[in-house]
């Protein structure tokens, strides 16, 4: 149903009659009916993009390079780490800092499955899942007595143990320079291959989102929701805070390790200098760029936080004299990233996800004008 805003009473009605009526957009679409409400996709331009989204994904390995293959394949990798910190910290409202130990964590678990026992990838996976359940229980019981700023520096212990004892590991065991990984196998096939990676990391990003998708329209997705606006009320209401805060972590945390698990598996190679505290400020970022509160906006933030130094360098490689400045590339990707995150924190507080929602308004409106979202700027 479509309702232009110059003539609300001609719809409201009919949204007030029905079980269900939300405004998921400004522009005037309600949901009327419990199926609409659950549907993944509202109109039909928005069913034929998701196809030619979808064909476009399949077919994007058969026509790019290999530089581009690997920068995508990295961004569904960042989109999972990023989904699964969204539910945390844009959903329950529970702010980490021990990102990277979590994908550290899986990592390990399946290097070091890998090595010692030969473990194969079917079973490394959910043991990486058990690990990274198991850490989140420990790190999220914190958050039952700590809010705001002492959880955050909690969790952010969380990164140092982990690095710490894959450090010792790799000392112990003699691998100096990190953990090698065989290829592994599925049914007798040799899991190989830009291409094919591609596709495994695209099927597992699909899956994830599908996951918070329909978690969060369950009744725990609910008590995160409530949670985050306010714990006394929640608390009210008949929800267990304790619980759902530590289920909160324990599934975060579980979806975070096997990413590390995957990212080993990938990279045929895991060490602690991959999971820097700057990999977690990274994911931080993810989900503040990508606007808060939103799974789009995680996927929005992991692309742009993965595309943004290899953006960087380009400009610099463009400038005349461009050798002048190769070694002070690293010091620019820093400076550059810690000035967009300023910009978005004053300017754009809704994330890309919020310039989206406008630019989609825009056009859904055209030529009418609007009062923009409840908490957008002008």
């Given at each position: 149903?479509?309702?232009w ?15 269900v ?8 679409y309600?949901?009327t009916?419990?199926?609409q409400?659950?549907?993944l ?7 034929i993009?998701?196809?030619?989204f ?6 994007f ?6 530089f ?7 961004v ?7 989904l ?10 529970l ?9 550290c964590?899986?990592?390990f ?10 473990t ?6 959910p043991?990486a ?13 914190p ?10 520096v ?7 143990v982990v ?7 790799e ?6 320079t990190?953990?090698s ?5 599925v049914?007798?096939y ?8 591609y596709y495994?990391l ?18 725990t ?5 409530a ?12 929800i267990?805070?304790?619980a ?5 972590f324990v599934?975060?945390s ?19 200098e991959?999971f ?8 931080v ?5 990508g ?26 490689l ?6 002048a400045?190769?070694?002070?590339l ?10 967009v ?12 996800v919020?310039i ?9 409106l ?11 700027r002008?």
């Amino acid at each position: 149903m479509r309702c232009w805003p110059f003539a609300p009473g001609a719809c409201s009605a009919r949204a007030r009659s029905s079980t269900v009526s939300s405004q998921p957009y400004a522009s005037g679409y309600f949901r009327t009916s419990y199926g609409q409400d659950i549907a993944l996709t509202q109109t039909r331009l928005q069913r034929i993009s998701a196809v030619v989204f979808i064909i476009a994904l399949i077919g994007f390995p058969f026509i790019a390079s290999n530089f581009y293959l690997d920068l995508v394949t990295q961004v569904f990798l960042a989109s999972i780490g990023a989904l699964s910190l969204m539910l945390l910290t844009g959903y329950a409202g529970l702010i980490s800092l021990g990102h990277a130990g979590l994908l550290c964590a899986g990592a390990f678990t399946a290097g070091i499955l890998f090595k010692e026992f030969n473990t194969p990838i079917w079973l490394t996976l959910p043991a990486a899942a058990i690990v990274g359940a198991l850490l989140g229980v420990i790190f999220g019981l914190p958050s039952l007595r700590l809010r705001g700023l002492y959880l955050a520096v909690s969790t952010l212990a969380l990164h140092f143990v982990v690095v710490y004892l894959g450090g010792e590991y790799e000392t112990k065991r003699g691998y100096s320079t990190g953990i090698s990984i065989d290829a592994p196998e599925v049914f007798g096939y040799t899991l190989y291959g830009g291409k094919v990676w591609y596709y495994i990391l695209l099927a597992f990003a699909a899956l994830t989102l599908l996951l918070c998708i329909n978690l969060l329209r369950t009744r725990t997705g609910r008590a995160f929701r409530a949670i985050k606006a306010h714990e006394t009320v929640a608390e009210a209401l008949g929800i267990n805070v304790a619980a759902y805060k530590l289920l909160a972590f324990v599934i975060s945390s579980a979806i975070a390790a096997v990413a590390g698990a995957l990212f080993a598996y990938y990279r045929s190679f895991v060490s602690v200098e991959a999971f820097s505290l700057f990999l977690t400020i990274q994911y931080v970022a993810m989900v503040i760029i990508g606007g808060m509160g939103s799974l789009l906006g995680a996927i929005l933030g992991a692309i742009f936080v993965t595309i943004f130094p290899y953006a960087i360098e380009a400009i610099i490689l463009a400038l005349p004299n461009a050798q002048a400045y190769a070694g002070q590339l690293f010091a620019v990707n820093y400076a550059a990233f810690g000035f967009v995150m300023i910009l978005f924190l004053v300017y754009e507080p809704l994330g890309l996800v919020g310039i989206w929602h406008r630019i989609q308004s825009y056009f859904l409106l055209w030529p009418f004008k609007h009062r923009p979202m409840a908490g957008a700027r002008k």
